[in-house]
Protein backbone atom coordinates (compact mmCIF):
# COMPACT_ATOMS: atom_id res chain seq x y z
CA UNK A 1 0.00 0.00 0.00
CA UNK A 2 1.17 3.22 -0.89
CA UNK A 3 2.36 6.01 2.27
CA UNK A 4 -0.46 7.97 2.99
CA UNK A 5 0.43 11.59 3.58
CA UNK A 6 -0.67 13.44 7.02
CA UNK A 7 -4.33 13.39 7.47
CA UNK A 8 -6.44 16.31 6.68
CA UNK A 9 -7.98 18.49 8.94
CA UNK A 10 -11.46 19.96 8.38
CA UNK A 11 -10.29 22.99 6.87
CA UNK A 12 -8.15 21.49 4.90
CA UNK A 13 -10.72 18.86 3.11
CA UNK A 14 -13.21 21.83 3.17
CA UNK A 15 -10.66 24.29 0.97
CA UNK A 16 -9.57 21.39 -1.33
CA UNK A 17 -13.26 20.91 -1.91
CA UNK A 18 -14.00 24.13 -2.68
CA UNK A 19 -10.58 24.59 -4.78
CA UNK A 20 -10.65 21.84 -6.85
CA UNK A 21 -14.49 21.27 -7.57
CA UNK A 22 -13.90 25.46 -8.86
CA UNK A 23 -11.06 23.83 -10.95
CA UNK A 24 -13.09 21.20 -12.72
CA UNK A 25 -16.41 23.29 -13.43
CA UNK A 26 -14.16 26.08 -14.66
CA UNK A 27 -13.16 23.24 -17.40
CA UNK A 28 -16.68 22.02 -17.89
CA UNK A 29 -18.04 25.47 -18.06
CA UNK A 30 -15.89 26.62 -21.13
CA UNK A 31 -16.99 23.82 -23.50
CA UNK A 32 -20.40 23.62 -25.06
CA UNK A 33 -22.83 20.86 -24.11
CA UNK A 34 -21.99 19.71 -27.80
CA UNK A 35 -18.49 19.00 -26.94
CA UNK A 36 -19.02 18.17 -23.80
CA UNK A 37 -20.97 15.25 -25.26
CA UNK A 38 -19.63 14.39 -28.35
CA UNK A 39 -15.58 14.54 -27.33
CA UNK A 40 -14.76 11.01 -25.73
CA UNK A 41 -11.85 9.33 -24.37
CA UNK A 42 -10.60 5.92 -26.13
CA UNK A 43 -13.34 4.23 -23.44
CA UNK A 44 -15.88 6.20 -24.68
CA UNK A 45 -16.32 8.45 -22.05
CA UNK A 46 -17.68 11.97 -22.44
CA UNK A 47 -17.69 14.54 -19.76
CA UNK A 48 -21.20 13.90 -18.73
CA UNK A 49 -19.51 10.21 -18.12
CA UNK A 50 -17.12 11.70 -16.04
CA UNK A 51 -19.24 14.14 -14.06
CA UNK A 52 -21.88 11.65 -13.57
CA UNK A 53 -19.27 9.26 -12.51
CA UNK A 54 -18.07 11.71 -9.78
CA UNK A 55 -21.54 12.34 -8.21
CA UNK A 56 -22.01 8.96 -7.64
CA UNK A 57 -19.08 7.93 -5.83
CA UNK A 58 -19.43 11.29 -3.59
CA UNK A 59 -22.80 9.31 -2.99
CA UNK A 60 -20.86 6.18 -2.24
CA UNK A 61 -19.35 8.64 0.89
CA UNK A 62 -22.27 10.12 1.79
CA UNK A 63 -24.16 7.04 2.57
CA UNK A 64 -20.67 5.48 4.72
CA UNK A 65 -20.33 8.62 6.52
CA UNK A 66 -24.02 9.98 6.99
CA UNK A 67 -25.71 6.31 6.91
CA UNK A 68 -23.36 3.91 8.21
CA UNK A 69 -24.16 1.88 4.91
CA UNK A 70 -21.53 0.02 2.66
CA UNK A 71 -19.76 2.05 0.09
CA UNK A 72 -21.00 0.45 -3.03
CA UNK A 73 -24.36 0.75 -1.52
CA UNK A 74 -23.99 4.37 -3.12
CA UNK A 75 -22.82 3.99 -6.23
CA UNK A 76 -26.51 2.54 -7.87
CA UNK A 77 -24.35 -0.80 -9.04
CA UNK A 78 -24.56 -4.03 -7.32
CA UNK A 79 -22.33 -5.08 -4.76
CA UNK A 80 -20.80 -8.14 -6.70
CA UNK A 81 -19.40 -5.55 -9.22
CA UNK A 82 -17.87 -3.19 -5.95
CA UNK A 83 -13.85 -4.72 -6.12
CA UNK A 84 -10.85 -2.93 -5.32
CA UNK A 85 -9.08 -5.28 -7.64
CA UNK A 86 -10.82 -4.07 -11.18
CA UNK A 87 -12.93 -0.68 -10.96
CA UNK A 88 -13.67 -1.08 -14.59
CA UNK A 89 -16.82 -3.25 -14.40
CA UNK A 90 -18.29 -1.26 -11.72
CA UNK A 91 -17.42 2.39 -13.47
CA UNK A 92 -18.84 0.77 -16.31
CA UNK A 93 -22.41 -0.37 -14.63
CA UNK A 94 -22.50 3.29 -13.17
CA UNK A 95 -21.63 4.83 -16.47
CA UNK A 96 -24.79 2.94 -17.93
CA UNK A 97 -27.21 3.98 -15.28
CA UNK A 98 -26.86 7.38 -16.46
CA UNK A 99 -25.39 7.04 -20.45
CA UNK A 100 -28.87 9.05 -21.01
CA UNK A 101 -28.22 11.99 -18.86
CA UNK A 102 -28.40 15.55 -20.05
CA UNK A 103 -24.86 17.27 -19.00
CA UNK A 104 -27.21 19.36 -16.71
CA UNK A 105 -28.38 16.44 -14.85
CA UNK A 106 -24.96 15.33 -14.06
CA UNK A 107 -23.99 18.35 -13.00
CA UNK A 108 -26.83 19.14 -10.57
CA UNK A 109 -26.20 15.77 -9.23
CA UNK A 110 -22.58 16.17 -8.66
CA UNK A 111 -23.50 19.82 -7.46
CA UNK A 112 -25.88 18.30 -4.93
CA UNK A 113 -23.61 15.47 -3.62
CA UNK A 114 -20.91 18.08 -3.66
CA UNK A 115 -22.44 20.21 -1.05
CA UNK A 116 -24.05 17.09 1.19
CA UNK A 117 -20.83 15.95 1.25
CA UNK A 118 -19.49 19.58 2.27
CA UNK A 119 -21.98 19.95 5.01
CA UNK A 120 -21.43 16.21 6.37
CA UNK A 121 -17.32 17.49 6.73
CA UNK A 122 -18.17 21.06 7.97
CA UNK A 123 -19.88 18.85 10.91
CA UNK A 124 -16.91 16.93 11.69
CA UNK A 125 -14.38 18.08 13.63
CA UNK A 126 -10.88 17.09 13.11
CA UNK A 127 -10.85 14.12 15.63
CA UNK A 128 -13.69 12.62 14.20
CA UNK A 129 -11.88 12.74 10.40
CA UNK A 130 -8.89 10.38 11.80
CA UNK A 131 -11.56 7.94 13.13
CA UNK A 132 -10.70 4.26 10.85
CA UNK A 133 -13.22 3.96 8.43
CA UNK A 134 -14.30 0.76 10.44
CA UNK A 135 -15.99 3.01 12.99
CA UNK A 136 -18.31 4.20 9.95
CA UNK A 137 -18.68 0.89 8.25
CA UNK A 138 -17.87 -2.66 9.97
CA UNK A 139 -14.93 -4.37 7.52
CA UNK A 140 -14.48 -1.21 5.02
CA UNK A 141 -10.40 -1.05 6.43
CA UNK A 142 -8.19 0.46 9.10
CA UNK A 143 -7.27 4.10 7.51
CA UNK A 144 -9.02 7.60 8.63
CA UNK A 145 -11.92 8.22 6.95
CA UNK A 146 -10.36 11.80 5.98
CA UNK A 147 -8.61 9.37 3.38
CA UNK A 148 -11.88 8.07 1.75
CA UNK A 149 -13.44 11.66 1.96
CA UNK A 150 -10.29 12.92 0.28
CA UNK A 151 -9.84 10.00 -2.22
CA UNK A 152 -13.36 10.21 -3.44
CA UNK A 153 -13.92 13.81 -3.27
CA UNK A 154 -10.91 16.75 -4.23
CA UNK A 155 -8.30 13.69 -5.73
CA UNK A 156 -11.01 12.42 -7.36
CA UNK A 157 -11.57 15.89 -8.72
CA UNK A 158 -8.24 16.40 -9.50
CA UNK A 159 -7.81 13.31 -11.46
CA UNK A 160 -10.56 13.64 -13.48
CA UNK A 161 -10.65 17.36 -14.34
CA UNK A 162 -6.98 16.17 -15.76
CA UNK A 163 -8.77 13.43 -18.18
CA UNK A 164 -11.38 16.07 -19.09
CA UNK A 165 -9.22 18.41 -19.94
CA UNK A 166 -7.53 15.82 -22.51
CA UNK A 167 -10.91 14.69 -24.05
CA UNK A 168 -12.11 18.17 -24.49
CA UNK A 169 -8.68 19.30 -26.14
CA UNK A 170 -9.20 16.88 -28.68
CA UNK A 171 -9.60 18.34 -32.25
CA UNK A 172 -13.25 17.73 -33.76
CA UNK A 173 -12.95 15.61 -36.81
CA UNK A 174 -13.72 17.69 -39.97
CA UNK A 175 -16.20 15.66 -42.04
Not at 38 to 63: C, E, F, M, P, Y
Amino acid sequence: MATLPPPFTRDQLLEQFATDFDALMSVVNAYSEDDLLQKTDAAGWNTRDHLAHLAAWLKSVIVMVRDGQPQWSGLGAPEKLFSFADYDPLNEAIRQNTIDWSVADAVNLLQTNHETLIGIVAGMTDEELLKPVDDFVLGAGTFAICYKIDGNGPHHYREHTGWIEAILSQESDAT
